[in-house]
């Protein structure tokens, strides 16, 4: 029987719902060898920084200063989508790159690696995954089935999850003939790498616990969707309310107010119809 093989969890970014979700990434894993690293953006005291390392175990890690990233939102050679705001996509790429830094010295002693966030609580396992992935192999799921891939969680053999981890790198490149988006960058990464299959797929292991889900059942957040149900997130509003308002003045605030009430719709009559299709 072959061995289990060897993973790196990879996590990075905010340490938003950590307490909810990352315990559920440690049962997905427990089937198996694990090595936690983790580049996460210092915005939590010393108590819970404690708390969650000792949670984790992590081989290497680093609870890092955030960066200043704003010039970057009047950047005149980066196209931004619709409403994707600059500063929070290079935020995003650079903890990927840092975390995966960190796993560079080991890469050797790991068959695969995941990547993930600290918001992300599993709830069905991927033990049906994990043995077909073969050397050049990567799951990503769906964003938009057959055209974008989603940057949210990622599971692969140990090369191609590190190259995901790279795409700073290359985002420059990428945005020359794309609009800023993330989905659009990540698929744009994958184009590059023709040697790496990546695997896909609409099923839902997981949800983005998001603040207002404080007492939701596992079955209500399931039913919501992750680009929809980030509107109802405050931090996320303001973050896009301020960007937007910097571009384009009041027209730019109200333009965001629209843009969010339009996928809050979107997010209830989603909702709806999941309900009904139950019944």
């Not at 307490?19 to 953006?41: E, I, K």
């Not at 055209?147 to 949210?152: A, G, N, Y």
């Amino acid at each position: 029987m072959n061995a289990k093989p060897r993973i790196a969890l990879m996590l990075s970014g905010l340490t938003r719902q950590w307490r909810r979700c990352l315990p559920s990434q440690l049962a997905l894993l427990r089937d198996y060898p694990v090595d936690v690293f983790f580049y996460f953006w210092d915005t939590i005291d010393a108590k819970e920084k404690q708390e969650i390392v000792d949670l984790l175990k992590p081989r290497a890690y680093a609870f890092a200063p955030p960066q200043d990233f704003s010039a970057l939102d009047s950047d005149p050679t980066i196209n931004p989508d619709l409403i994707n705001v600059p500063s929070r996509m290079f935020s995003q790429y650079t903890g990927w790159r840092n975390v995966g830094k960190l796993v560079e010295p080991y890469r050797n002693e790991y068959q695969l690696g995941m990547r993930s966030r600290a918001d992300l609580q599993f709830v069905y396992t991927i033990d049906h995954i994990i043995p077909m992935l073969k050397p050049n192999d990567i799951l990503i799921p769906w964003w938009e089935e057959g055209k974008l891939l989603s940057d949210i969680f990622a599971i692969g053999a140990i090369e191609p999850i590190l190259y995901y981890h790279t795409l700073i790198d290359h985002v420059r490149e990428y945005t020359k003939t794309r609009q800023f988006n993330s989905e659009l960058m990540l698929t744009a990464h994958f184009e590059q790498r023709r040697d790496i299959h990546v695997y896909t797929d609409a099923a839902k292991y997981f949800f983005v616990r998001r603040p207002h889900m404080e007492n939701y059942t596992v079955e209500q957040a399931m039913l919501e969707d992750p680009g929809c149900n980030k509107w109802l997130d405050p931090e996320v509003v303001q973050a896009h309310s301020d960007y937007h308002q910097q571009q384009k003045g009041e027209e730019g605030a109200l333009y965001v107010k629209d843009f969010r009430h339009v996928h809050l719709n979107k997010l209830v009559e989603d909702v709806k119809q999941k309900l009904s299709e139950k019944k």
